[in-house]
């Protein structure tokens, strides 16, 4: 179980905070997909043939 609280972003807002919320909304979720994993584990990609990690998602979003 994730110890990271990800907040559900409001249904009925501006354009703004849902834009905002909906982000932070996803950056939690990649908090949590990553939670516990080390940096071997992130680096595997998940989905093969995709070569797409945990890892590059990161660096991704920085």
Do not use: I, Y
Request: glycine share 4%; proline share 8%.
């Amino acid at each position: 179980m994730s110890t990271v609280e990800r907040p559900m972003p409001p249904l009925n807002a501006d354009e703004r905070t849902t834009l905002e919320s909906w982000l932070d909304f996803h950056r939690t979720t990649l908090a949590m997909k990553c939670e516990g994993l080390d940096d071997e584990q992130a680096a595997v990609a998940s989905v093969p043939p995709s070569g797409f990690t945990l890892t590059g998602l990161v660096q991704h979003m920085a």
